[in-house]
């Protein structure tokens, strides 16, 4: 069965910092979940196996073929499901066929089943949806499934895929994950998705130390990670507690040398003693002292080196601080009222239909329903991003969106620039302040949009966005837990929860919503 094997592979990034530094790693046939915080390197590790990105050093064996889903793959704006799944001439044929225009080359070449095996391999993952249907009609959730299965259709000796199940609600999630069951070759899945995860055979973790492989799925994982840090944290107490004791000792033996050297200078100056006498014993305890400095700085050393190992073992991760501002929202305010919103694509297909809904003070709504039902179209045509034909919005509140795609942040500009660029009355230091609480400091401020991964760039969404500093009284999410490792997503939590705005989200994930205190809900 077809493998993947990276050796002594190193890879820096665009301002040369190394990320992977002799990465050796073997992927074999069955489902390996690639997890880490953000920034830890998933997706570009997928890329650098699928060919994309080129090692700086080191060999990647792949097998033939290499199908890679893309968290945000780009498409043409007229792309249909036909030209995601490659099939837009042997589609041509058979409409020749149909209409008795074939040629004889087009009957030799036409697949008669190509029809039926598309239909299939659409159903397989929840979508009835005809060939020739838009990729910019479907929502990002069926967008995702849609590129899973175009990936599979082609049977590709190895799958990779990047964050497969974001976007996704109940429904899609179970048909991505009843479609990796019998996936039967080769695939490496980087997710956050512990209900995905927990469908692994294998767990490959990224973290500072590097990689290491843990047999087992996302439980068996977090059992034998448990130990593994309990461990390290007591190695890290005893060589906490070796330094204390080396430094403890040297001090004593320096108060033991400075009392004998007094005691040496008060002899000499009594006159009691021999000079020979006392240069004999001077000698003696510089001798003495100086074997035992020496071996004092060889114990410290050893005790500091352990230290640092058992320091990098532990892997200490500096916690992400989401503190969203004030927004000063009173009670009973009129935030939003929405009116017999109808919208659509095309005229003669509505996603909304006669769509009402008002909002008062702190209020905490979500909108829910299955994919393609309308969520993220609506919060577009609150903030104005989207003309409808009937219906009306009052927004009564300062607001702010960030949708499923970052598109408020521009790939070309630094994080910095786009909070400055969306924030310009803020000072210099408090713009620098705002994104420090989201872990961009110094030079991290000054990365590329687009080279952050997809978790640091949603960081930089809600460092544009919770960190402005004119407070929104309401803020529009879109999916805001997608992306973040599982750590993260905690922090945000609690950081809505303490926020005193309006809020209305879209999220597939339950327990995110109970615990960010969702009041009421409006199904699609």
Known sequence: MPSIILSGICWNTLDNTPLFRNLDLTFGPGRTGLVGRNGTGKTTLLRLIAGALEPTSGTIQRPQTVGFLRQNPEQQPDDTLADLFEVQQGLAILDRAERGEATADDLAQADWTLEARLQSALTAIGLDLPITTPLRALSGGQRTRAGLAALMFKAPDALLLDEPTNHLDKAGRAHVIDALRNWTGCAIIASHDRSLLAEMDTIVELSGLGAKTYGGNYAAYREVKSAELAAAEQSLTRATRSVAETEARARRAAERKARTDRQGRQLRASGSQSKMLLDAAKQRSENSGSGAARLRNRQMEQAETDLDTAREAVEILEPLVIDIPPSGLARGRDVLRIDGVTFGYTPDAPILHDVSLTIRGPERIAFTGPNGSGKSTLLGCIHGDLLMPDGSVNLNVPAALLDQDMSLLDPNETVRDAL?????????????????????????????????????????????????????????????????????????????????????????DDTFLDRIGIERELAL
Do not use: M, W
Request: glycine share 8%.
């Open 420 to 508: 400055a660029r969306l924030d310009p009355n803020a000072s210099e230091n408090d713009r620098r302040a705002a994104l420090a609480r989201f872990l961009f400091r110094g030079e991290d401020a000054l990365q590329k949009v687009g080279a952050l991964s997809g978790g640091q760039r949603l960081r930089a969404g809600l460092a544009c966005t919770l960190g402005h500093s004119q407070p929104r009284q309401l803020l529009l999410l879109d999916e805001p837990s997608n992306h973040l490792d599982i750590d993260a997503v905690e922090t945000l939590e609690a950081a809505l929860r303490a926020y005193d705005g309006a809020l209305l989200v879209v999220s597939h």
